[in-house]
């Protein structure tokens, strides 16, 4: 029997079963909507319709898997029986022939599975295309009767048709077997086979230096781990001296894992020559020996010179150690001298360079070392214009020898057998060189009778400086931009970053650039700096840690000469962290939380609680899984809004909530006034709604509008919205809207949604106009933004006003207008008291109190006379004032009636303004304010009433204050139907027919501009030329 599928049409398919021998198939097709199966016989010379009715459940059918749109024939039994009915099929007319490329990719293993470059601790493999693959599979394990196989994981990297398995162990027989994955996973190939090498023993150390140490009995010794560590990670180091006479020995120095590169030895013979041999260990045999030979020269000063840093550019400290085999004076100087890479400053100072003097033990007849007190340098310098090893220009600290007995008259200065330590301090602003390298260094004593030396009188062992690179952050999760900062690069070629992550110890760079990852490329700039960020991202960073804590994720940088960070490997760890999908969502939606690298089936991080904003909602995260990752829902509940923490697994991300939506109809409304509160965004629940009581100002519910309630609720709508009419004012005697400022309204449904809103009451004001008057004078108390007076709203209480300016207060109950605004007139005292300030005090219900005041000045006004009408010209003096001070202003009844003048008080503060006319106002007394810099005097007028009806005033006199700005008048008759006009210009004096002005009469007057408080017949006016228009109709 035989079965293959095919598409016959967009999505439809077809699926033939056959049987050799039989004219007999079984076709199957299926779309969307139903599988169905029926059967006909066929021969070559006929063909008949599908017949679904005879469909069958025969057991020997097969089913077919297929991509939608894909032409792709799965076959189900063995080629031989199909080829054998292939002919009759086709012939037919129902088989279509599939083409090769369509073929089956699963059907067929990878062939030549080739194994090569093994090592001790990885392999690497390759193998033939499978054709339809899409990506391989690859799985190792120790050979065995049973293998034990480590699939498409730990330790295998694969890039297209090769693969590299990492983290083997030593002389091990190892299987490797791969398959191809397309739809699905294809069959594993058969095994190759490989042994990973057996360990070796270690090369030999590299860059072995030996070099004078803290005294001339003791040399350091400092050597580079071997090229080669044979397979495994270096354990230690064994060192020899030869010979060992006298007990000379050599110890490496200690460190927490025992590999120092670094030893001392002790106990040596000035002048002997010593052979030193230095071997590596890998915990499994030694390696090759290397050796170096160091000789001390007798008669000679010997010194060492240490830096505090090997950092590239790095502003050091620098420390020469001299055994002295020569006195010195107080004219003897000390030169370091330092390659001329270094960066030195332009001059030093004496403070920066520092001198002591340490006596080994046994010198002087003492049987202890001692140390004594540090000095300045007597004088100091610096030039660029020294020599050593054969190169010029190297940078030069010279600094003399300062007394250092200063408290005995006799001066005292280094002996032989001393150890003299010079130190420059990094206040003297040294920096290394800013490349990776080895520099030159040396130093010369000068006595008092030599010349100053321009070059080094001995060569010390050079300083290095290295390649180093810093994390802007040494642990962190996907996502985060991470900075790599580099120093000591070669400045103008490119710098690549690369990232390994082994659990198999710390990486060479090599290793790392070789097994790892490119993360980032940058240039290295003029200062050999170089500044690289990325994308932290999976897989290339994986979680974990080792026994110290740190990341298992290793970084090192290459510049384009091969230089490298190779002793400053740093280390990064990928920390777990959760997202949230959507990462904005609404009140009501179902958020998923997904874990991410955490340790594999962390229980610690499953049992921590999922909180929102803090407030736990789910007891518990839930598992992580083997791959480290996780996932959880939760549904967003009503209260919460904005951009909230999301805690889970013991992490923590940020959430953007759509919470449910208030709008008010006013953004500033004051106590008492109507507002609509509208809501959207609230739970679409049938039946819901909001209970009157759950709408609140700063948490006191407020009084809603009858007509916005239905027995007893807010209805919600089923998209969930509503409108309520709300009073601001609140339900019981807890009152927040007589409180200026901001305040929240919160609206919360019956399902818990909760919107809110704000909304400002402004601050309740009370003033008096004008601030100045005197006895039985009269004042205007007003008031803004008090609760204002509603028949909708709630019962609000009168404004009690209590003025104090006599020998009693008076008191005056108010009620605000709707606006929110008061007036209350009040005159002033006749006992009021001269000077003094009144105060003023506006209370409603002791809950809101506003105070002010106004002045009765010590000066009063003499006005004489004391009554006239209006256009009268009175006449006003007035003493106590300041001296030699100008009148600034004159006010009758507010208006500035100041004449034209220059008016100042004289030298005992007094003065008299003439030619004050009185404006038009109605008949009554008005007070009179006149102020001098900032004191101010009152007075009072009384004004009499204009002429009587009827009084005529010639044209030209009346009208005389408009001045050179009045270009005509014009009045009409209303008995005699006939206009009559003036026209002010000489021209027309004969043809003027209006000569009159009469009182009660009305009149057009044009005027050339705006005339502004002009007095016309004992009335201020205005008259404008507003939109053009300069015509104004006053009555006269």
Same mark, same amino acid.
């Given at each position: 029997?035989?079965?293959?599928?095919?598409?016959?049409?967009?999505?439809?398919?077809?699926?033939?079963?056959?049987?050799?021998?039989?004219?007999?198939?079984?076709?199957?097709?299926?779309?969307?909507?139903?599988?169905?199966?029926?059967?006909?016989?066929?021969?070559?010379?006929?063909?008949?319709?599908?017949?679904?009715?005879?469909?069958?459940?025969?057991?020997?059918?097969?089913?077919?898997?297929?991509?939608?749109?894909?032409?792709?024939?799965?076959?189900?039994?063995?080629?031989?029986?199909?080829?054998?009915?292939?002919?009759?099929?086709?012939?037919?007319?129902?088989?279509?022939?599939?083409?090769?490329?369509?073929?089956?990719?699963?059907?067929?293993?990878?062939?030549?599975?080739?194994?090569?470059?093994?090592?001790?601790?990885?392999?690497?493999?390759?193998?033939?295309?499978?054709?339809?693959?899409?990506?391989?599979?690859?799985?190792?394990?120790?050979?065995?009767? @049973?293998? $034990?196989? /480590? #699939?498409?994981?730990?330790?295998?990297?694969?890039? %297209?048709?090769? !693969?590299?398995? +990492? *983290?083997?162990?030593?002389?091990?027989?190892?299987?490797?077997?791969?398959?191809?994955?397309?739809?699905?996973?294809?069959?594993?190939?058969?095994?190759?086979?490989?042994?990973?090498?057996?360990?070796?023993?270690?090369?030999?150390?590299?860059?072995?230096?030996?070099?004078?140490?803290?005294?001339?009995?003791?040399?350091?010794?400092?050597?580079?781990?071997?090229?080669?560590?044979?397979?495994?990670?270096?354990?230690?180091?064994?060192?020899?001296?030869?010979?060992?006479?006298?007990?000379?020995?050599?110890?490496?120095?200690?460190?927490?894992?025992?590999?120092?590169?670094?030893?001392?030895?002790?106990?040596?013979?000035?002048?002997?020559?010593? @052979?030193? $041999?230095? /071997? #590596?260990?890998?915990?499994?045999?030694?390696?090759? %020996?290397?050796? !170096?030979?160091? +000789? *001390?020269?007798?008669?000679?000063?010997?010194?060492?010179?240490?830096?505090?840093?090997?950092?590239?550019?790095?502003?050091?400290?620098?420390?020469?150690?001299?055994?002295?085999?020569?006195?010195?004076?107080?004219?003897?100087?000390?030169?370091?001298?330092?390659?001329?890479?270094?960066?030195?400053?332009?001059?030093?100072?004496?403070?920066?360079?520092?001198?002591?003097?340490?006596?080994?033990?046994?010198?002087?007849?003492?049987?202890?070392?001692?140390?004594?007190?540090?000095?300045?340098?007597?004088?100091?310098?610096?030039?660029?214009?020294?020599?050593?090893?054969?190169?010029?220009?190297?940078?030069?600290?010279?600094?003399?020898?300062?007394?250092?007995?200063?408290?005995?008259?006799?001066?005292?200065?280094?002996?032989?057998?001393?150890?003299?330590?010079?130190?420059?301090?990094?206040?003297?602003?040294?920096?290394?060189?800013?490349?990776?390298?080895?520099?030159?260094?040396?130093?010369?004593?000068?006595?008092?009778?030599?010349?100053?030396?321009?070059?080094?009188?001995?060569?010390?062992?050079?300083?290095?400086?290295?390649?180093?690179?810093?994390?802007?952050?040494?642990?962190?999760?996907?996502?985060?931009?991470?900075?790599?900062?580099?120093?000591?690069?070669?400045?103008?070629?490119?710098?690549?970053?690369?990232?390994?992550?082994?659990?198999?110890?710390?990486?060479?760079?090599?290793?790392?650039?070789?097994?790892?990852?490119?993360?980032?490329?940058?240039?290295?700039?003029?200062?050999?700096?170089?500044?690289?960020?990325?994308?932290?991202?999976?897989?290339?960073?994986?979680?974990?840690?080792?026994?110290?804590?740190?990341?298992?994720?290793?970084?090192?940088?290459?510049?384009?000469?091969?230089?490298?960070?190779?002793?400053?490997?740093?280390?990064?760890?990928?920390?777990?962290?959760?997202?949230?999908?959507?990462?904005?969502?609404?009140?009501?939606?179902?958020?998923?939380?997904?874990?991410?690298?955490?340790?594999?089936?962390?229980?610690?991080?499953?049992?921590?609680?999922?909180?929102?904003?803090?407030?736990?909602?789910?007891?518990?995260?839930?598992?992580?899984?083997?791959?480290?990752?996780?996932?959880?829902?939760?549904?967003?509940?009503?209260?919460?809004?904005?951009?909230?923490?999301?805690?889970?697994?013991?992490?923590?991300?940020?959430?953007?909530?759509?919470?449910?939506?208030?709008?008010?109809?006013?953004?500033?409304?004051?106590?008492?006034?109507?507002?609509?509160?509208?809501?959207?965004?609230?739970?679409?629940?049938?039946?819901?709604?909001?209970?009157?009581?759950?709408?609140?100002?700063?948490?006191?519910?407020?009084?809603?509008?009858?007509?916005?309630?239905?027995?007893?609720?807010?209805?919600?709508?089923?998209?969930?919205?509503?409108?309520?009419?709300?009073?601001?004012?609140?339900?019981?005697?807890?009152?927040?809207?007589?409180?200026?400022?901001?305040?929240?309204?919160?609206?919360?449904?019956?399902?818990?949604?909760?919107?809110?809103?704000?909304?400002?009451?402004?601050?309740?004001?009370?003033?008096?106009?004008?601030?100045?008057?005197?006895?039985?004078?009269?004042?205007?108390?007003?008031?803004?933004?008090?609760?204002?007076?509603?028949?909708?709203?709630?019962?609000?209480?009168?404004?009690?006003?209590?003025?104090?300016?006599?020998?009693?207060?008076?008191?005056?109950?108010?009620?605000?207008?709707?606006?929110?605004?008061?007036?209350?007139?009040?005159?002033?005292?006749?006992?009021?008291?001269?000077?003094?300030?009144?105060?003023?005090?506006?209370?409603?219900?002791?809950?809101?109190?506003?105070?002010?005041?106004?002045?009765?000045?010590?000066?009063?006004?003499?006005?004489?006379?004391?009554?006239?009408?209006?256009?009268?010209?009175?006449?006003?003096?007035?003493?106590?004032?300041?001296?030699?001070?100008?009148?600034?202003?004159?006010?009758?009844?507010?208006?500035?009636?100041?004449?034209?003048?220059?008016?100042?008080?004289?030298?005992?503060?007094?003065?008299?303004?003439?030619?004050?006319?009185?404006?038009?106002?109605?008949?009554?007394?008005?007070?009179?304010?006149?102020?001098?810099?900032?004191?101010?005097?009152?007075?009072?007028?009384?004004?009499?009433?204009?002429?009587?009806?009827?009084?005529?005033?010639?044209?030209?006199?009346?009208?005389?204050?408009?001045?050179?700005?009045?270009?005509?008048?014009?009045?009409?008759?209303?008995?005699?139907?006939?206009?009559?006009?003036?026209?002010?210009?000489?021209?027309?004096?004969?043809?003027?027919?209006?000569?009159?002005?009469?009182?009660?009469?009305?009149?057009?007057?044009?005027?050339?501009?705006?005339?502004?408080?002009?007095?016309?017949?004992?009335?201020?006016?205005?008259?404008?030329?507003?939109?053009?228009?300069?015509?104004?109709?006053?009555?006269?």
């Amino acid at each position: 029997m035989v079965s293959f599928c095919y598409l016959a049409t967009q999505h439809r398919y077809r699926c033939v079963t056959a049987w050799p021998g039989v004219p007999t198939l079984r076709l199957w097709r299926w779309d969307s909507r139903t599988l169905s199966m029926g059967e006909r016989r066929i021969s070559p010379a006929r063909r008949g319709p599908f017949d679904s009715s005879r469909a069958d459940d025969n057991p020997a059918r097969r089913f077919c898997q297929m991509r939608s749109k894909t032409r792709k024939f799965i076959w189900s039994a063995p080629l031989v029986a199909a080829l054998a009915i292939i002919g009759a099929l086709t012939l037919a007319g129902v088989l279509l022939l599939p083409n090769a490329d369509t073929a089956d990719a699963q059907s067929a293993e990878p062939a030549n599975v080739t194994i090569s470059n093994v090592t001790e601790t990885s392999l690497d493999v390759s193998w033939d295309a499978v054709s339809g693959a899409s990506t391989y599979g690859v799985r190792y394990a120790v050979k065995a009767d @049973t293998p $034990t196989w /480590v #699939a498409d994981g730990t330790g295998v990297r694969i890039v %297209d048709r090769q !693969a590299r398995i +990492t *983290g083997l162990t030593a002389g091990t027989d190892y299987l490797v077997q791969v398959r191809g994955v397309g739809l699905g996973d294809g069959p594993w190939s058969g095994s190759a086979e490989a042994t990973t090498k057996a360990l070796a023993k270690p090369s030999a150390v590299q860059n072995l230096e030996v070099t004078p140490g803290d005294s001339n009995t003791e040399l350091s010794v400092s050597w580079d781990a071997p090229e080669n560590t044979g397979g495994a990670a270096i354990s230690g180091y064994t060192i020899t001296i030869d010979p060992t006479a006298e007990g000379a020995t050599c110890a490496v120095d200690e460190t927490n894992d025992g590999t120092s590169t670094e030893a001392t030895c002790t106990s040596l013979t000035v002048g002997e020559e010593y @052979t030193i $041999t230095v /071997v #590596a260990n890998n915990g499994v045999t030694t390696g090759t %020996d290397n050796e !170096a030979e160091a +000789t *001390g020269i007798p008669g000679l000063s010997t010194g060492k010179l240490v830096s505090s840093s090997s950092s590239a550019s790095s502003t050091v400290k620098l420390t020469l150690t001299i055994e002295l085999e020569e006195n010195l004076t107080g004219s003897s100087w000390v030169e370091i001298y330092l390659e001329n890479d270094y960066q030195e400053p332009s001059s030093l100072s004496e403070s920066d360079v520092i001198f002591e003097v340490r006596n080994p033990a046994g010198f002087g007849g003492t049987s202890d070392a001692t140390v004594n007190t540090a000095f300045n340098a007597a004088a100091v310098e610096i030039d660029d214009g020294g020599e050593i090893a054969g190169e010029e220009d190297a940078v030069v600290i010279s600094a003399r020898i300062p007394d250092m007995n200063p408290a005995d008259d006799d001066e005292g200065y280094p002996l032989t057998g001393q150890q003299l330590v010079m130190v420059v301090e990094k206040s003297a602003g040294i920096r290394n060189p800013s490349e990776e390298g080895s520099h030159s260094t040396g130093f010369a004593i000068i006595g008092g009778t030599d010349d100053r030396a321009d070059e080094a009188e001995m060569k010390l062992p050079d300083l290095k400086t290295y390649a180093k690179i810093s994390l802007s952050d040494e642990d962190n999760s996907r996502g985060y931009e991470l900075t790599v900062e580099g120093s000591g690069f070669n400045n103008g070629t490119s710098a690549g970053v690369f990232v390994y992550h082994t659990t198999a110890g710390k990486p060479t760079c090599e290793m790392i650039r070789e097994m790892g990852a490119r993360v980032g490329t940058g240039t290295v700039g003029s200062d050999d700096k170089v500044s690289i960020s990325f994308e932290v991202t999976v897989p290339i960073f994986k979680p974990g840690t080792d026994a110290d804590g740190e990341g298992l994720n290793y970084i090192c940088v290459f510049d384009g000469e091969a230089r490298h960070s190779s002793t400053d490997i740093e280390q990064f760890e990928l920390e777990p962290s959760i997202r949230v999908s959507p990462s904005t969502a609404s009140v009501g939606d179902t958020v998923t939380i997904f874990a991410q690298d955490f340790p594999e089936n962390d229980a610690a991080a499953a049992a921590k609680p999922v909180q929102l904003a803090r407030q736990t909602i789910k007891t518990t995260s839930g598992d992580i899984g083997s791959d480290g990752s996780g996932n959880t829902t939760f549904d967003v509940p009503g209260w919460a809004e904005g951009t909230l923490r999301v805690d889970a697994w013991g992490e923590d991300t940020k959430l953007t909530i759509i919470g449910s939506q208030l709008s008010v109809s006013k953004s500033e409304a004051l106590p008492n006034e109507l507002i609509t509160i509208t809501g959207d965004g609230f739970s679409t629940e049938s039946g819901n709604y909001v209970d009157p009581d759950d709408i609140k100002l700063a948490g006191v519910p407020l009084q809603v509008h009858p007509d916005s309630v239905d027995d007893g609720e807010v209805d919600v709508s089923s998209s969930g919205q509503f409108v309520a009419t709300v009073v601001l004012w609140p339900v019981g005697t807890d009152n927040p809207t007589l409180t200026a400022g901001t305040h929240k309204i919160e609206v919360v449904d019956q399902e818990g949604f909760t919107g809110t809103a704000v909304i400002r009451i402004p601050e309740p004001t009370v003033t008096v106009t004008p601030g100045v008057a005197g006895p039985r004078d009269v004042v205007t108390v007003s008031g803004e933004n008090w609760p204002v007076e509603n028949l909708d709203g709630g019962d609000i209480r009168a404004i009690e006003i209590t003025v104090s300016d006599g020998s009693r207060d008076r008191q005056y109950s108010v009620y605000a207008d709707g606006a929110g605004r008061f007036f209350q007139e009040h005159q002033v005292h006749s006992g009021g008291t001269i000077p003094s300030e009144s105060r003023v005090e506006a209370n409603y219900d002791d809950q809101v109190v506003k105070l002010t005041s106004y002045a009765i000045p010590e000066a009063i006004i003499n006005i004489e006379p004391t009554e006239g009408q209006p256009g009268d010209l009175v006449s006003m003096s007035v003493d106590k004032m300041p001296v030699y001070a100008k009148v600034s202003s004159v006010q009758i009844a507010s208006r500035d009636v100041i004449p034209v003048g220059n008016f100042s008080t004289d030298r005992t503060g007094s003065v008299t303004v003439d030619g004050v006319v009185i404006p038009g106002l109605d008949p009554g007394t008005y007070s009179v304010l006149m102020q001098v810099g900032d004191t101010v005097a009152i007075g009072s007028i009384n004004v009499l009433s204009e002429g009587p009806i009827g009084t005529e005033t010639p044209v030209g006199k009346g009208l005389a204050p408009i001045g050179d700005s009045l270009a005509a008048v014009f009045y009409f008759d209303n008995v005699s139907k006939t206009w009559s006009f003036y026209d002010p210009r000489p021209e027309f004096a004969e043809f003027n027919t209006l000569t009159d002005l009469v009182d009660g009469e009305t009149y057009w007057v044009l005027v050339s501009e705006d005339v502004e408080d002009v007095v016309l017949n004992n009335r201020s006016r205005s008259l404008t030329c507003a939109g053009g228009n300069c015509w104004s109709l006053i009555q006269w």
